[in-house]
């Protein structure tokens, strides 16, 4: 499997709250840099020995344990630069229902949200979980760990310090909520639309 950037950042430069420079940086050097290391690691997999394989320490255990982390990092950031840009766009009421459902109120899950955005040292998630149908704020401190089998991503806010330093210095609440500004709801609209089928 050989990798190429697919998100254009062109389309995310300007949006308010997120300066060009701090999109520009996170963009071409963070997630440019995990589709090369995919790449990388996935050549190296070729001829690993994997008659040699050890739960301790091998080589091959090694390349999956960072081509876990390497992936998941192209496969998030893709998902977080696709969900932005959609200043002005509107949460479908579908999903909005749906979050309210598993929430409250869309008002209780957008805290949860944000909360869960402060918790967590990577990532915080919007999940549908297929066993019982509902939405879930899930935080991942790395690219992979803590992903939850079977639940599908909706909304990704991407919360390491590279996302926002630029703009905000340790200040992650104003990023959060500049992020919550500039959704693109049609994405995740269509995200869960695509579930629901």
């Known amino acids: 499997m050989k990798l190429q ?3 254009m ?15 520009t940086q996170h963009y071409d050097t963070l997630y440019k840099g995990y589709v090369n290391k995919t ?3 996935n050549e190296k997999l070729v001829p690993a020995e994997r008659n040699k394989a050890n ?3 091998s080589e091959i255990r090694e390349l999956k344990v960072e081509l876990s982390f390497a992936l998941d990092g192209v496969k998030l950031h893709e998902a977080y630069f ?3 840009a959609g200043a002005g766009s509107v949460i479908d009421g579908d999903l909005k229902a749906a979050l309210a459902e598993a929430y409250g109120s869309y008002e209780s899950w957008e805290e ?3 909360a869960s955005g402060m918790a967590a040292r990577g990532w915080a998630i919007a999940a549908y979980e297929p066993i019982d149908g509902k939405v879930y704020n899930y935080i991942a401190d790395d690219h992979n760990t803590y992903g939850i089998w079977w639940a ?3 909304l990704i806010l991407d919360v390491y310090e590279h996302a926002y330093f630029i703009d905000y210095g340790v200040g992650r609440a104003p990023y959060i909520d500049a992020f919550m500004r500039n959704v693109d709801w049609n994405v ?3 995200r869960f639309k695509d579930i629901k089928r």
């Open 5 to 7: 950037s697919k998100i």
């Open 55 to 57: 739960q301790t320490y």
């Open 39 to 41: 790449n990388e690691i």
């Open 9 to 23: 950042k062109d389309g995310l430069l300007g949006m308010g709250g997120i300066s060009a420079n701090q999109i």
């Open 152 to 154: 599908v991503p909706l």
């Open 188 to 190: 995740v609209n269509q």
């Open 112 to 114: 949860d949200f944000k």
């Open 82 to 84: 696709e969900n932005l």
